[in-house]
């Protein structure tokens, strides 16, 4: 249990572990939840079912106290702040849900608050790293001996590159889009984000470029073997995953000799949104672009303006202190 185990041999879940499941599909049905964020609330959830398990309680009976004593056991393991407010969200929506079905009448979370999070800011490349980036997916080389292949496999690593930059995609977006988005050469396509909302994004020329080049080599090497998606694969999702993406993206900063360690495909997110804010967009005008239900999600990336103007004004404003 929280990523200790058990040691006493006692893991056994609450016997009414199938209000879990109804609270999963109803995530699932009504909200549009992902698989993975499912999968999320189920380990979260799961982890505290066996904590009321070895407390005698099943999920529609527990209390403040169950929750208040879950949280202390979670510090005391050396979780973060952060797993800590998730697993708690989990909780607390699963509360809700129980009430909404009648099952209890009382919100056992309504007096618990929070831990606190220090709100980190978000990790980006500069415009500089970027192009060093886009031109090591211009040189990119997969040891394969077909060129027609060969070939595909660059515009592919350029195309993914190109659009996730002009546009600032979840990386689970950008793996999953469909061909069509792209099929009549569109300035602008639709994007179905979290919760099922959808979006549209508008691509730039390089990213217009790319895919005109991409798709075409796609045809070449598929042929007649046809896939619903952009980017497909033979995995069971039927399309490149966001675990391929990631090491794809690694292999790009070794040979633009970027330090590897320092990117993530939320880097290249972060990177769309703080460059845009540098250059003068609007923050709502970001805010659309990404994706994000609540502005408060976008104001993290003012921090870049922020630090912008204060440059400014240390290296130009005539009083500036003379060193």
Not at 103 to 120: F, N, Q, T, Y
Not at 156 to 173: I, K, Q
Not at 209 to 217: F, H, K, P, R
Not at 287 to 305: F, K, W
Request: aromatic letters at 6%.
């Amino acid at each position: 249990m929280t990523g200790r185990g058990d040691k006493s041999g006692s893991r056994k879940l609450p016997t009414d572990i199938f209000r879990l499941d109804a609270f999963l599909e109803m995530l699932s049905a009504e909200r549009g939840a992902a698989q993975n964020t499912l999968e999320a609330y189920t380990r979260d959830l799961m982890d505290f079912g066996m904590l009321l398990s070895m407390r005698g309680r099943d999920f529609v009976a527990f209390n403040s106290g169950d929750v208040r004593a879950y949280l202390a056991l979670m510090e005391a393991n050396g979780l973060a702040a952060s797993t800590a407010a998730r697993r708690l969200s989990a909780i607390r929506q699963f509360g809700h849900f129980l009430m909404s079905e009648n099952v209890r009448d009382d919100d056992p979370c309504s007096i618990i608050e929070a831990p606190k999070l220090a709100r980190p800011l978000p990790k980006t490349v500069s415009v500089d790293e970027v192009d060093q980036l886009l031109e090591a997916a211009n040189r990119y080389g997969a040891a394969i001996v077909d060129p027609d292949k060969q070939a595909y496999r660059r515009a592919r690593t350029v195309c993914l590159m190109e659009v996730l930059y002009a546009t600032g995609l979840r990386v689970s977006e950008l793996v999953s889009l469909p061909l069509a988005a792209v099929a009549r050469g569109e300035r602008m396509i639709n994007v179905r984000g979290k919760g099922g909302r959808e979006r549209v994004v508008p691509l730039n020329g390089p990213a217009l470029g790319a895919i005109s080049i991409y798709v075409q080599c796609r045809a070449d090497v598929l042929g007649k073997n046809t896939s619903p998606w952009l980017f497909p694969s033979r995995g069971k999702a039927g399309h490149l995953t966001r675990h391929r993406f990631a090491q794809l993206l690694k292999e790009l900063a070794v040979l633009a000799e970027i330090n590897p360690d320092s990117l993530s495909p939320h880097t290249l997110r972060h990177a769309f949104a703080s460059h845009l804010l540098a250059n003068g967009a609007d923050l709502r005008a970001v805010q659309q672009l990404l994706g994000h239900a609540d502005i408060s999600t976008t104001q993290i990336y003012t921090h870049i303006l922020e630090e912008r103007l204060r440059e400014l004004v240390e290296t130009h404003h005539p009083l500036r202190s003379k060193k």
